[in-house]
T-cell receptor, first 109, second 111 residues
């Protein structure tokens, strides 16, 4: 079955530093989605990428979808304490999403 | 819209007990899913439904049953609870394969 690998599992950064999490799929994806889960909360949708090579930005967050539609990345510029949480990628297959295990981001003030 | 609601928020069970986790959505979404979340394991799909009367197994279906008699509701039944089912359970709904809207979760402890 489809597998989605996400690295790193944990990342500790000083406030103001950049952060990147990477996602790789074993199969070509129709689209990839990114979610954020705050501590004690539920996953919340951030963005969906559909096209090969697509790049989307949301303020300090930049999302990329690889040319082969098998990998993706999320980059946060100048992290803030409000960025704390776990970031999940999810690859879309037939009728279901396969989630990566997530990257837990800690921001040290 | 309330979005996706889940009850109960917390539950403690003894091994062998059965229970039903409730999930409802008011967005008229066809797709609904159940996930469990364990530390370091991410979100794993238990069962999903693409419409009323249609359900299918996900990655970790053993020990769980689902049914989808209406578009709005998608209950998850634990037939005979085991300590390995201690987890946080999330229900989600979506329109097609698009954005998944998650409920607040049910935290289950099986003793």
């Amino acid at each position: 079955g489809q597998q989605v690998m996400q690295i790193p599992q944990y990342q500790h950064v000083q406030e103001g530093e950049d952060f990147t999490t990477y996602c790789n799929s074993s199969t070509t994806l129709s689209n990839i989605q990114w979610y954020k889960q705050r501590p004690g909360g539920h996953p919340v949708f951030l963005i969906q990428l559909v096209k090969s090579g697509e790049v989307k930005k949301q303020k300090r967050l930049t999302f990329q979808f690889g040319e082969a539609k098998k990998n993706s990345s999320l980059h946060i510029t100048a992290t803030q304490t409000t960025d704390v949480g776990t970031y999940f990628c999810a690859g879309a297959g037939s009728y279901q999403l396969t989630f990566g295990k997530g990257t837990k981001l800690s921001v040290i003030p | 819209n309330a979005g996706v609601t889940q009850t109960p928020k917390f539950q403690v069970l003894k091994t062998g007990q059965s229970m039903t986790l409730q999930c409802a959505q008011d967005m008229n979404h066809e797709y609904m899913s159940w996930y469990r979340q364990d530390p370091g394991m991410g979100l794993r799909l238990i069962h999903y439904s693409v419409g009323a009367g249609i359900t299918d197994q996900g990655e970790v279906p053993n020990g769980y049953n689902v049914s989808r008699s209406t578009t709005e509701d998608f209950p998850l039944r634990l037939l005979s609870a085991a300590p390995s089912q201690t987890s946080v359970y999330f229900c989600a709904s979506s329109r097609g394969g698009e954005t998944q809207y998650f409920g607040p979760g049910t935290r289950l402890l099986v003793l």
